[in-house]
């Protein structure tokens, strides 16, 4: 008899921002050239046995260097919700880009889960090729070696079920190992799409964004996302500052800073 569904609650905990324009967000650019910011997120699913972490973004310092600016540290914002990084067991990074495989000594006793084409990528020949390879931050790959031969990574291959209630799907696109995470949630199946989307405007106008290493496989990503999750608005894209403005935050403290996606879209 397969085990029963869990129910997770689901968070997205903003850490950075970078202002930019509409022609920075779409291949081929923007003729409206307006301002169009990105946020930067990780995402907590938590449930009533476990607790997963969805990316770990990247500290004040990369902030620095790549001229983004940090908000708040994710790790105040997991304490907010009451996890302390050290006690984290899994964290599912969606592919290995600096915004999302940072941090990289903040969760000592988490097992990474990533895709085998992500590893593979990250690599291998193509981080030849500049601009490709900056997107990565070479110590965050090395780090990820590392875990490797210290058995703290699960490699998943194209879909798999880790929990019943979550799952990660490969769909490519922005990144070879791209994977998203589908969750079950009071509202039901909900999709952590993370660069499988940077912006709503990215998956719901059919418009590519810039950094990609596949287009159509991110074109194809954007029905895939839509196809796992119960009701469109119920995919949530990786940098869209509306995602803030879409969902309550779960406290006053926290408006602006972390929404809790598992409540009715506002």
């Known amino acids: 008899m397969p085990a029963p569904l869990e129910t997770y609650r689901l968070y997205a905990i903003k850490y950075a921002h970078n202002e930019r324009r509409s022609s920075a967000n779409f291949l081929g650019g923007d003729a409206h050239d307006v301002p169009m910011p990105l946020d930067y997120f ?30 708040r540290p994710i790790e105040d914002g997991l304490a907010a919700l009451g996890i302390a990084p050290h006690a984290v067991q899994d964290v599912i990074l969606t592919h290995m880009h600096y915004d999302h495989a940072g941090n990289r000594d903040l969760f000592p006793a988490a097992r990474y889960h990533l895709q085998d084409k992500e590893m593979a990528y990250c690599t291998g020949r193509c ?3 500049r601009p490709i ?25 194209g879909d798999s079920s880790i929990t019943p209630g979550l799952s990660v799907h490969r769909v490519g696109g922005h990144t070879q190992g791209m994977q998203v995470v589908r969750v079950h949630t009071r509202q039901g199946w909900m999709v ?12 719901e106008q059919g418009r590519p964004f810039p950094a990609v290493d596949n287009v159509g496989d991110m074109l194809e990503g954007y029905a895939r996302l839509y196809a796992l999750a ?14 803030l403005r879409r969902f309550a935050a779960g406290s006053r403290e926290h408006e602006g800073w972390i929404a809790r996606l598992d409540a009715p879209a506002l």
């Not at 046995?49 to 790549?66: E, I, N, P, Y």
């Not at 990565?136 to 291959?157: G, I, K, L, T």
């Not at 952590?192 to 998956?203: E, I, Q, T, V």
Request: aromatic share 10%; with cysteine; charged share 25%.
């Open 230 to 243: 119960d009701a469109p608005q119920w995919v949530i894209p990786g940098h869209d500052p509306e995602v």
């Open 127 to 129: 981080m030849c090729h």
């Open 133 to 157: 390879g900056h997107h990565f931050e070479p110590d965050d790959v090395a780090a990820m070696v590392h875990r490797v031969f210290d058995a703290r990574v699960q490699f998943h291959d």
């Open 192 to 203: 952590l799409a993370s660069d499988a989307s940077h912006l709503y405007a990215n998956m």
């Open 42 to 71: 990780v995402w907590a699913v938590v449930g009533e046995s476990r607790t997963f972490l969805v990316d770990t973004g990247f500290d004040a310092q990369v902030g620095a260097k790549r001229g983004r600016r940090i908000t």
